[in-house]
């Protein structure tokens, strides 16, 4: 009788050999970034962005790398991510962004959580917890200077110094958000820095923080309190029209399954949208859409065609996308690689050397934040680092 083997291993994580795909993460590199970030915030405190499962690399790998290099404080979108937060970092200041949700108080005060305002409702319903606690617990108020998402209106900011429940409960943080900071000469930055200081004068006494990750490179970048980092900690670049000062965190290799010979006037993939004008090696990958990948990667077209599309790194030639993405296989062309070099069974490179996040991104007609965030669940991880 046969034993049947789970295809995870004793501590839940998916065998490289029984994965179609495995992504490579530097724990190591994300430290580096977290520290070239905070050389570049003049003196103010640097936090991390930790939110969707810090960028798809993993809340409980990335928060204690984090805190190792000297990170004390963490932002992560909801109160279910600050509790995986909580249990890695039993002593780090961890704010929620989306808000206060109705009847959420008593989850804050039992993880030593702090909620980031963004209404006179949120305001009262945490003054009037701490007040029936008869604690001062910590939180943030947000306030909008332009995104018009979440956050109190500017003129709404002017009157906060005259509410009264700002007495019953402790402001840790006065904060806002840039629209454009990735875009160093957008007048809204001078805009929303002018609306904020105009808010922050009226309430002195409270540490605010304005920049995000391209907030910390801009010319004119307001001082502030606490950076926060999020885009840049996993190798995105913060400065678009410049070259990246970050490491990259995260490369994704994917399996070739299968190669084989398609004839002149045959297509490839889902719908045939993509033609072989002579005859083609095409290689399958084992990865796809269901794992994180984006259909809008596909090409579509004909051989030969110049097309923004998606791109593997296959024995270092990089050879295009060749069809559509499917949910679990991607086609590439690997015609110009010479038949020796590649094989069935080999590893190609989806993101890594020339094929940043950032890049990767752009050939899929979307953001390198959407391709991070996205990262699946069926891929194998590989942690490089001490904390991995």
Sequence with gaps: MTEHTSQTNSTGRIPEQAAGGVLHIDLDALASNWRTLRDH????????????????????????????????????????????????????????????????CPTYAQFDLRPVLGSFQEIEEWAGFCRAQSQKLKAAI???????????????????????????????????????AEESDNPLNAQQIEAFEAIRSSLPNIPASLPNSSGIFLRDKPGYDLVRPGYALYGGNPTPDRDNPMRPVVGLEARIVQLRWVEADHTVGYNGRW?????????????????????????????????LAGMALVAGHPCPFAGNVSMDLITIDVTDVPEARVKRGDTVTLIGDQLTIDEVGHRAGTIGYEILTNLGARYARAYRGEQG
């Design 41 to 104: 915030a003049g003196g103010a405190a640097t936090a991390a962005v930790v939110k969707a499962n810090a960028y798809g690399i993993g809340i409980e790998k990335a928060v204690p790398a984090l805190g190792k290099a000297g990170c004390r404080t963490f932002f992560v979108a909801y109160l279910s991510e600050a509790i995986r937060a909580r249990a890695v970092d039993p002593d780090a200041a961890i704010y929620v962004l989306n808000g206060l949700f109705t009847g959420t």
């Design 142 to 180: 947000h306030v909008d200077t332009g995104m018009n998402r979440l956050g109190l209106t500017v003129p709404q900011g002017t009157t906060l110094k005259d509410r009264a429940e700002l007495n019953d409960f402790e402001t840790a943080l006065l904060m806002s958000h840039f629209v454009s």
């Design 275 to 307: 033609l072989a004008l002579d005859k083609r090696r095409i290689a399958t990958l084992s990865v796809g859409y269901a794992d994180g990948y984006p259909r809008s990667s596909s090409a579509r077209g004909k051989s030969g065609d110049e097309l």
